[in-house]
């Protein structure tokens, strides 16, 4: 019988600390996940160094709870998997910092992983069976990207943002409504109250698989002064419902796009954005029998060292001793704030 492999992941890359400890690279032991949404609340945003100081600060706590959870001991731990980025700079430095510390310590190897490959990998977890090639649409505070994955660890962007990302054009139209930090799944609670038809929106849309959302906010910010101080809850609710279908149906215009160009059998929606409502519903009529639609639970949509403990592994030697598949590496854990699908 092949021994299980466990890897312990760390994810600080914006506003949530999280430990978790995954088997084989598909089965959760534990996902412990701190969000500070508390913290950042009367700011409207997430304030960096807040953010980096609460998850030092956590971590300690957070990696003691994941193992217990796991029924583990550390010694048993294979691999570590650390975000390495994109992300804020100060957060990122505190989950390497940890994760290095505690690969010295343990004597463990440690990877550093790829926060965007992380939402496509939340998958994986989902879906004990699902394995690339496929084809992902991963949306989030900073990214809407479509991407093919013809293997393991590879990536090609397929299509990209021009200007917001979804999440980011959701948090900037729930502040417009007067929503509260964190816009998106308030925007998402509001809009099942309106009628986008009472209140239509243009719906962006650009040549080829390039998305555009900065238009429609424009256009959200006119409507509302229009309305001045004449505009009641239910215009509030139908302008959030409009925006909301105007942001899913462009989305997912471009998936459709895609899939029609090159055929898959597999299909991800990830990233805090596939949270939504709306897009969950939509996503499953618009792939329809084309392909198998994967989207991750709802914890394992927004971030979540689940999905970065999956990503390292699958993309590391471990993934090869448990005969699976051969290759991958162990990544350097060099913070990259900015960091691409490479
Ligand atoms: O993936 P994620 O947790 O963090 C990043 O990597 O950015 O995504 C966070 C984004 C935020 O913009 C948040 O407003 C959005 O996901 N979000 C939602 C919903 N839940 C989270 N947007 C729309 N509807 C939701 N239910
Ligand atoms: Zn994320």
Not at 272 to 295: D, F, I, P, Q, Y
Request: glycine share 10%.
């Amino acid at each position: 019988m092949q021994s299980r492999s466990l890897t312990l992941g760390i994810e600080t890359s914006c506003d949530e600390t999280s430990v978790a400890v995954v088997e084989d690279g598909r089965r959760i032991l534990s996902n412990v996940i701190h969000s500070q949404v508390d913290l950042h609340k009367e700011f409207g945003g997430v304030v960096p160094e807040l953010a980096a100081r609460d998850h030092l600060e956590r971590l300690p706590h957070l990696l003691e709870m994941a193992v217990k959870k796991a029924g583990i001991e550390t010694d048993d731990v294979d691999l570590l998997a650390v975000t390495r980025g994109p992300g804020l700079v100060g957060c990122l430095l505190v989950g390497v910092g940890v994760g290095e510390g505690l690969a010295a310590a343990w004597s463990k190897p440690l990877t550093g992983v790829n926060h965007l490959w992380g939402h496509i990998y939340a998958a994986m977890l989902t879906r004990p069976d699902l394995e690339p090639p496929l084809l992902g649409l991963v949306v989030s505070g900073a990214h809407s990207d479509l991407v093919r994955m013809p293997g393991h660890g590879r990536f090609q962007v397929i299509g990209r943002t021009r200007d917001d990302a979804a999440g980011e054009a959701f948090d900037k139209a729930a502040r417009m409504l007067g929503l509260g930090f964190p816009g998106g799944p308030a925007l998402d609670r509001l809009a099942r109250k309106g009628e986008p038809k009472r209140q239509p929106l243009p719906r962006p849309s650009l040549p080829g698989l390039e998305y555009s959302f900065s238009g429609l906010k424009t256009a959200l910010l006119y409507r509302l002064r229009d309305l001045g101080d004449s505009v009641t809850d239910q215009d509030r609710a139908d302008l959030a419902a409009a925006f909301e279908q105007s942001v899913v149906e462009s989305l997912l215009e471009k998936l459709d796009r895609a899939l029609e160009a090159e055929p898959v059998e597999d299909v991800v929606v990830a990233g805090g954005v596939a949270a939504n409502s709306l897009l969950r519903r939509r996503a499953a009529e618009v792939v329809g029998k084309r392909a198998r639609l994967t989207m991750p639970s709802l914890e394992l949509c927004t971030d979540n060292a689940a999905m970065i403990a999956a990503a390292g592994y699958f993309t590391s030697p471990l993934a090869g001793e448990v005969g699976r598949r051969p290759g991958g590496e162990f990544r350097p854990a060099v913070v990259d704030p900015s960091l691409g699908w490479d």
